[in-house]
Each structure stands twice: as structure tokens, then as C-alpha cells.
């Protein structure tokens, strides 16, 4: 399947606008492209105790595998509070991971210009149980 990253970035722009983040005033919108073509988005939800708050990336990934995906193959980050791209958070590089395979395409923006283009494996490397994951799901 031919995969319009740019598109996938538009929706996850457009997701960083429901972002609740009164607290970092850092807003992040996440787009998950599903295996059957259906997107998935999500933003950060922050919380007053702060160390609860959910990244946008595991927001999106919930959202799909809640309507019953298992597999994703692309995925968009923006962050439009940041001039250049801001990559996943560690947590977020493991938990999407479960869902999606090392060559899966990542590209992360923010308001600028620059994009960078990647995989989930470059982002994620020497997954060793990735398999014990892909043989469960
Ligand atoms: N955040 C994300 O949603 N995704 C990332 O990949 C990086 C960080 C959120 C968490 C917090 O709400 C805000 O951005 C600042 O760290």
C-alpha cells in the first residue's frame, strides 16, 4: 500500500489541537495508519499529578486497538509548539513497538519546515522480544 505520510501528518496536526496540556502548554497530535487503512489519531492528556499524563502516540494506539487493530504501518507526530520535529518519548518508542513491525514509517514535524522520516526500528533498535509480541497478537 502507497502511504501518504503528509497526509497522516495533517491529521495529526489537526489531533494536536484537542490536546489537554495546561501544564507543559506542549501540545502533541498523533496519527496511526492501521494495516486495513483506517486512522486512529491522539493527543497528550495531561494531569495535575503530572507523571500521569498519556503521550499522544500511546493515545492514538489505544484508540485503534480499543476498535479492535493489531497492526499499524504508519505513524505521524506534530508538535506544533515546537519550531523543529520532536520524536517519541522512550515509553511510547516501547508501546508502539507491540503493534508495529520495525520497518514501519514514522515522521515527526513540528511547526517549521523540517520533517524527519524514520522507522520504528532506527527509533527502537535491538528489539529482542519484538517477535514474543508479534506471535501474540
Ligand atoms: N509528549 C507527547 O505527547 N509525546 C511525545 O512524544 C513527547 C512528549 C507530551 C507529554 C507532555 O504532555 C508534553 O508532551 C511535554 O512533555
Do not use: W
Not at 1 to 28: G, N, Q
Not at 71 to 84: H, K, V
Not at 113 to 137: M, W
Request: hydrophobic share 40%; with cysteine; net charge negative.
Amino acid at each position: 500500500m502507497e502511504i501518504d505520510m503528509e497526509t497522516l501528518f495533517e491529521e495529526a496536526r489537526k489531533a494536536a489541537d484537542f490536546a489537554y496540556a495546561p501544564y507543559s502548554r506542549f501540545r502533541v497530535g498523533a496519527a496511526l495508519l492501521a494495516e486495513d487503512g483506517t486512522v486512529f489519531t491522539g493527543c497528550n492528556v495531561e494531569n495535575r499529578s503530572y507523571g500521569l499524563t498519556i503521550c499522544a502516540e500511546r493515545s492514538a494506539l489505544v484508540q485503534g486497538v480499543g476498535r479492535g487493530r493489531r497492526g499499524f504501518i504508519a505513524l505521524a507526530i506534530a508538535t506544533p509548539d515546537s519550531e523543529d520535529p520532536v520524536g517519541p518519548c522512550g515509553a511510547c518508542r516501547q508501546v508502539l513497538s507491540e503493534f508495529m513491525a520495525p520497518e514501519a514509517a514514522v515522521r515527526f514535524g513540528g511547526r517549521g519546515p523540517r520533517r524527519v522520516d524514520t522507522t520504528i526500528g532506527f527509533l527502537y533498535p535491538y528489539d529482542s522480544l519484538h517477535d514474543l509480541a508479534k506471535s501474540l497478537r
